[in-house]
């Protein structure tokens, strides 16, 4: 188990200088290097779902999330990224695979619940978006979603 985790770790942390994420974000533009298959399997995804939610989802961001506070650093405070929290607490999306789950619930956060319930209705995503209602929370679930509790 210790030595897979080693392996993710080799390969995607951004915080480690040497990783194969870290290289290949470092690269010109005209370079190229090999990768790993598990990078690449990754990557691929992380463009297809960038493909399918017109840029929803873009695993190029890393310099803005860092700015933001989610690549552990300190958040700079944004007012307008605030007011969206307030407004919409979150999206989720259960799929066969997590990495894709969690791509696509980054999409619809992004999105918003209107155009993300569009989305994933479109893409027959299992989708349960959150939003802040007046002293609670209001779930709303895609089709998918609620079919599979029926």
Not at 1 to 16: G, N, R, Y
Not at 57 to 86: E, H, I, K, N, Y
Not at 105 to 130: E, I, K
């Amino acid at each position: 188990m210790q030595a897979a985790l080693d392996a993710i770790v080799s390969q995607m942390s951004s915080w480690e200088p040497t990783s194969d994420l870290s290289c290949f974000n470092a690269l010109p533009r005209d370079e190229r290097i090999a990768l790993p298959e598990h990078f690449l399997i990754v990557l691929q995804s992380a463009l297809q779902v960038a493909r399918e939610s017109d840029g929803g989802f873009d695993s190029s961001l890393g310099a803005l999330v860092d700015l933001w506070g989610f690549g552990a650093m300190t958040p700079a405070g944004d007012p307008c990224a605030q007011q969206v929290a307030d407004a919409f607490a979150g999206a989720g999306v259960l799929h066969q695979s997590c990495m894709l789950a969690d791509a696509y619930a980054t999409a619809l956060m992004v999105m918003g619940p209107d155009q993300g319930m569009t989305f994933a209705t479109h893409s027959n995503l299992a989708a349960r978006f959150v939003a802040s209602a007046e002293h609670s929370y209001a779930e709303t679930l895609s089709p998918a979603f609620a079919e599979m509790l029926e």
